[in-house]
């Protein structure tokens, strides 16, 4: 285990529940049953988010959820193991002061991301003004929940449709290995049906890559089985 602390060790050891994601990927079966839940409003990752939010809610925390669970919000389904959030550099202080040991610990020592301890969901906490992608400055970043305008769906808030869009495509554009990105823009363009002109809603710097996804994909043949 080469130094590794208890902290690190312990989830999955029987006190702890397994990491969500290992279990998820080692049964398929379990995967998709998941998938199935999460689509229809339950499953392990929609109670994670309830007890969390519920959580910061009580505490006047601002949030906003990114990530696939804002995507699919937003019109495309696609499964994911864990739920991404959107706070301040203070807010994730506060947040690590009142739910570690109440329901969620860090995955490992010293993260500043949590795990849900009654199933292993893991919730990655996302700064504001950290920048998608590379992680390098760039006119699109991560927004302060306390100033931006969300969407706001179930009592849960998320960034909106061209806020997500923006952050997947910054993130597309500025590291090659994040083509799931792109492809995440693509797939909700079919399914929400988002018009090309709402590109011009966007910030500059990700409008080229918007109208460039938008015109091929309005020629694809293929389109309507993404």
Do not use: C
Not at 23 to 48: I, K, M, P, V
């Amino acid at each position: 285990m080469g130094g590794m602390t208890r902290r690190e060790t312990a989830w999955g050891d029987g006190t702890l529940p397994a990491p969500f994601e290992t279990s998820s990927q080692r049964d398929s079966g379990a995967a998709l049953r998941e998938a199935d839940e999460y689509f229809a409003g339950r499953g392990e990752l929609r109670r994670t988010l309830g007890r969390f939010v519920t959580a910061l809610d009580g505490a006047g925390i601002p949030y906003a959820v990114v990530g696939a669970v804002a995507l699919f919000e937003h019109g495309h389904e696609r499964a994911t193991t864990n739920i991404d959030v959107v706070v301040t550099a203070d807010s994730r202080r506060r947040i690590h002061e009142l739910l570690v040991g109440s329901g969620f610990l860090p995955p490992f020592a010293n993260s500043r991301n949590l795990r849900d301890t009654l199933n292993g969901v893991r919730i990655d906490l996302i700064v504001a003004g950290d920048f998608p992608g590379d992680g390098k400055p760039k006119p699109v970043a991560f927004p302060d929940p306390s100033v931006e305008p969300l969407f706001v769906k179930d009592g849960i808030r998320y960034v909106t449709a061209e806020k997500l869009v923006e952050l997947k495509l910054a993130s597309g554009i500025s590291h090659q290995l994040r083509y799931r990105d792109l492809g995440d823009v693509v797939s909700l363009i079919d399914s929400a049906r988002l018009p090309r002109e709402f590109g011009d809603r966007l910030n500059p710097y990700v409008q080229p890559k918007w109208f460039e996804i938008w015109d091929a994909w309005s020629v694809d043949p293929m389109r309507d089985r993404y």
